[in-house]
């Protein structure tokens, strides 16, 4: 059989063919133009990755030949898909067999009224239409994977009344068999690693976070990730703590923001910017830091940052609630709590005390993610091609 992973946002389904290929399962990626470059499959690792990047956006959706998205779909007996692709599997009168929410796809995308432009009558026509089969794409779904997530997803989700079977499992978003002695196998490839190095030589303790700045001009709250709550709770660690630094990415709306507040609270010494970069280059980086830092606003169990921390072997601090996630895992990956300012900085002050128990904390997680994601996820899909 033939099977099509279609979109890869967040990086999300090349970690999923690379999995299914090494069990002998012909799959062809595709690519979405809608996603940035660095999340094309290049951008994941140092490796080529074979996949095929598509046309299909919101401008083409009505003039796009329902002939040629058939031709295009009939060689795949199943087809997994993300972001825009449910619109365009359901105008070419197939059922995508397993849809994976990246987020946007789900709690936007599907709704008119959030993705219309306004004043513009021709482009608002083609973003009905295309909200309209999009919404239609979800709910027809054979299968959605999604774990539990928090009331702000579960409510998106459930308004679309989808008819397919949900899994409450999330889809590995990171190939972990790669991160095996991965500085030494791809130091010399990497384009950032002399730049971590030096910040690591210069700091005893160092904090990492990725995620976009996205905490003062957004749209609503539902986007924010509270990196000012963090940015608010290492200023107290490092007056304290000579030798901390903290790394961020000049990634999100609110990066000027975020470097006025770090001047304003005079740690812009103790801050390092790095440049937006690939997967494969952070990954690079996430091998210097003793904590990685995930979303302060809302909680969420699985998300980019979360997977790539926990098969990093590394210390993960974000907002979790464990009451909507207890009854779907016998055990949560370890990690430091944290939805304040006061609580970031409590985890950071402990992690700092504590930097002995950090690489053991790290390898809990390594173990997690292997047993409850890998091991534990990737059979129940393939029990899908035959079902």
Same mark, same amino acid.
């Given at each position: 059989?033939?099977?099509?992973?279609?979109?890869?946002?967040?990086?999300?389904?090349?970690?999923?063919?690379?999995?299914?290929?090494?069990?002998?399962?012909?799959?062809?990626?595709?690519?979405?133009?809608?996603?940035?470059?660095?999340?094309?499959?290049?951008?994941?690792?140092?490796?080529?990755?074979?996949?095929?990047?598509?046309?299909?956006?919101?401008?083409?959706?009505?003039?796009?030949?329902?002939?040629?998205?058939? #031709?295009?779909?009939?060689?795949?007996?199943?087809?997994?898909?993300?972001?825009?692709?449910?619109?365009?599997?359901?105008?070419?009168?197939?059922?995508?067999?397993?849809?994976?929410?990246?987020?946007? %796809?789900?709690?936007?995308?599907?709704?008119?009224?959030?993705?219309?432009?306004?004043?513009?009558?021709?482009?608002?026509?083609?973003?009905?239409?295309?909200?309209?089969?999009?919404?239609?794409?979800?709910?027809?779904?054979?299968?959605?994977?999604?774990?539990?997530?928090?009331?702000?997803?579960? %409510?998106?989700?459930?308004?679309?009344?989808? #008819?397919?079977?949900?899994?409450?499992?999330?889809?590995?978003?990171? *190939?972990?068999?790669?991160?095996?002695?991965?500085?030494?196998?791809?130091?010399?490839?990497?384009?950032?690693?002399?730049?971590?190095?030096?910040?690591?030589?210069?700091?005893?303790?160092?904090?990492? #976070?990725?995620?976009? #700045?996205?905490?003062?001009?957004?749209?609503?709250?539902?986007?924010?990730?509270?990196?000012?709550?963090?940015?608010?709770?290492?200023?107290?660690?490092?007056?304290?703590?000579?030798?901390?630094?903290?790394?961020?990415?000049?990634?999100?709306?609110?990066?000027?923001?975020?470097?006025?507040?770090?001047?304003?609270?005079?740690?812009?010494?103790?801050?390092?910017?790095?440049?937006?970069?690939?997967?494969?280059?952070?990954?690079?980086?996430?091998?210097?830091?003793?904590?990685?830092?995930?979303?302060?606003?809302?909680?969420?169990?699985?998300?980019?940052?979360?997977?790539?921390?926990?098969?990093?072997?590394?210390?993960?601090?974000?907002?979790?609630?464990?009451?909507?996630?207890?009854?779907?895992?016998?055990?949560?990956?370890?990690?430091?709590?944290?939805?304040?300012?006061?609580?970031? *900085?409590?985890?950071?002050?402990?992690?700092?005390?504590?930097?002995?128990?950090?690489?053991?904390?790290?390898?809990?997680?390594?173990?997690?993610?292997?047993?409850?994601?890998?091991?534990?996820?990737?059979?129940?899909?393939?029990?899908?091609?035959?079902?």
């Amino acid at each position: 059989m033939r099977i099509a992973c279609i979109g890869n946002m967040n990086n999300a389904l090349s970690p999923l063919k690379r999995y299914l290929s090494d069990l002998g399962y012909n799959v062809d990626l595709f690519v979405l133009p809608q996603e940035p470059d660095h999340f094309k499959p290049g951008a994941d690792s140092f490796e080529p990755v074979d996949y095929t990047l598509l046309d299909w956006h919101y401008e083409n959706f009505l003039t796009y030949s329902k002939q040629k998205l058939q #031709q295009l779909l009939a060689p795949y007996s199943f087809i997994i898909c993300q972001g825009i692709a449910p619109a365009y599997i359901h105008k070419a009168g197939r059922k995508a067999d397993l849809f994976i929410p990246y987020g946007g %796809d789900m709690y936007r995308l599907p709704h008119f009224k959030k993705i219309r432009v306004k004043g513009n009558i021709k482009k608002n026509i083609k973003r009905f239409f295309i909200a309209r089969a999009q919404k239609n794409g979800i709910r027809k779904a054979h299968h959605i994977l999604m774990e539990e997530s928090n009331p702000f997803f579960e %409510d998106y989700l459930n308004a679309l009344h989808p #008819q397919g079977e949900r899994i409450k499992l999330a889809s590995p978003q990171i *190939y972990i068999e790669q991160y095996t002695n991965y500085i030494s196998k791809y130091a010399a490839k990497s384009v950032y690693f002399d730049a971590f190095s030096q910040i690591s030589n210069k700091h005893a303790f160092i904090v990492f #976070q990725h995620a976009r #700045q996205m905490w003062k001009d957004i749209p609503d709250h539902s986007y924010s990730k509270g990196n000012d709550l963090l940015i608010k709770a290492f200023a107290r660690l490092v007056k304290q703590h000579a030798g901390a630094a903290l790394i961020l990415f000049e990634y999100g709306n609110d990066v000027n923001n975020s470097k006025e507040l770090i001047a304003s609270l005079g740690i812009t010494d103790a801050v390092y910017w790095m440049p937006l970069m690939p997967r494969k280059e952070i990954m690079m980086g996430m091998g210097i830091a003793d904590v990685v830092v995930g979303e302060l606003t809302h909680s969420y169990f699985s998300y980019g940052v979360v997977h790539e921390t926990l098969a990093a072997g590394k210390v993960l601090m974000h907002k979790r609630t464990d009451e909507l996630y207890k009854d779907y895992y016998t055990e949560l990956y370890p990690m430091l709590h944290a939805d304040s300012e006061e609580t970031a *900085y409590e985890k950071l002050e402990w992690a700092f005390q504590h930097r002995n128990e950090l690489n053991e904390m790290g390898i809990r997680g390594k173990n997690w993610i292997r047993k409850n994601v890998v091991e534990s996820v990737i059979p129940k899909i393939t029990a899908l091609f035959t079902a």
